[in-house]
């Protein structure tokens, strides 16, 4: 309200047909044709747009990617697949995201997800991510697989860069005064156009949630929307890196639920998977 406003080219969209859907996570392709203004589908249209250069910048408090199976158990959409193949066909291509960590996050049932599952997905091989997901001193602590060569080759991917907020001067871990807050915004860019709106992107959002926004052209737009996104890149270390893995160490230091939560990301992680209670969260 405070700069004004800018005339644009807009669409709005919304997850309204989730209030009368069924069989939301084994039907979710039929759902959404029955929705031509859903946020997810137009988003894959989105996707199919870019260009081959494009750097499409997404931020999120709770991002998963999606991988839903039909009634018999058979991968019907894998979004990292999905975003592998699109990056293959397109080498000049990025995806840059940025999302809370453990010391900003209000919700450690997400945030196991997204350090447990978004992250190893999206950079790891088979092999690396069975061994970070192994256990807390097997894994993440065991300094061979984290000083390796291939985890650094692989955290520090060319074309994914994903990014989460707070820092080691954070008054929370004693180094200092620096207050981070927690991440609360949903928006995407590309320098062409984007989309902003109140969907966080996870299952909840995506299946169950009533979530709305607008799809929009417009450049000047896009330069606010990736200045804001560049503010919150300073403040953010990129996921599997030496000083992002010192502040989850710091942060399990750290009393209460915040601490005892991180300790236990993968405990936490495997007992949704196990029980489903992933689709909720």
């Known amino acids: 309200m405070r700069t004004g406003f800018y005339r644009s080219k807009v669409r709005l969209a919304h997850e309204l047909a989730n209030l009368t859907n069924r069989n939301v996570v084994t039907e979710t392709g039929s759902n ?61 291509g990025r995806l ?22 978004l992250g190893p997905r999206l950079l790891l091989s088979a092999e690396l991510k069975k061994a970070w997901l192994s256990g807390l001193q097997s894994g993440e602590m065991e300094q061979t697989l984290t000083n390796s060569d291939e985890w650094k080759k692989q955290i520090n991917n060319p074309q994914i860069f994903i990014y989460q907020t707070g820092k080691l001067d954070a008054q929370l871990l004693g180094h200092g005064n620096a207050h981070y807050g927690k991440l609360h915004a949903k928006f995407i860019v590309d320098g062409n156009g984007g989309f902003v709106g109140t969907s966080n992107f996870d299952y909840r959002s995506r299946l169950f949630n009533n979530e709305m926004g607008v799809f929009y052209e417009n450049r000047k737009v896009d330069a606010i929307l990736d ?22 160490k710091e942060v399990m230091q750290v009393r209460g639920l915040k601490g005892w939560s991180t300790r236990n990301q993968r405990v936490i992680y495997k007992f949704m998977r196990a029980t489903g209670l992933d689709w909720l969260i």
């Not at 988003?43 to 199919?48: C, D, V």
């Not at 999606?66 to 697949?81: F, L, P, Q, R």
């Not at 840059?96 to 599952?117: H, K, R």
């Not at 200045?227 to 502040?247: D, H, I, N, V």
Request: proline fraction near 4%; avoid cysteine; charged fraction near 25%.
């Open 227 to 248: 200045s804001f996104f560049e503010s919150l890149k300073a403040t953010s270390y990129r996921w599997g890196t030496p000083e992002w893995l010192q502040m989850r």
């Open 96 to 117: 840059e995201v940025i999302t809370n960590s453990v010391l900003t996050s209000d919700n450690f049932f997400a945030q196991s997800i997204i350090d447990m599952e």
């Open 32 to 92: 959404l044709e029955h929705n031509p203004n859903s946020i997810i589908s137009l988003i894959a249209e989105f996707g199919e747009d870019l260009d081959k250069e494009s750097r499409l910048r997404l931020v999120s408090p709770y991002l998963f990617m999606a991988k839903y199976y039909d009634s018999e158990g058979n991968v019907v959409t894998d979004n990292v697949s999905d975003i592998h193949r699109w990056l293959a066909e397109h080498p000049g």
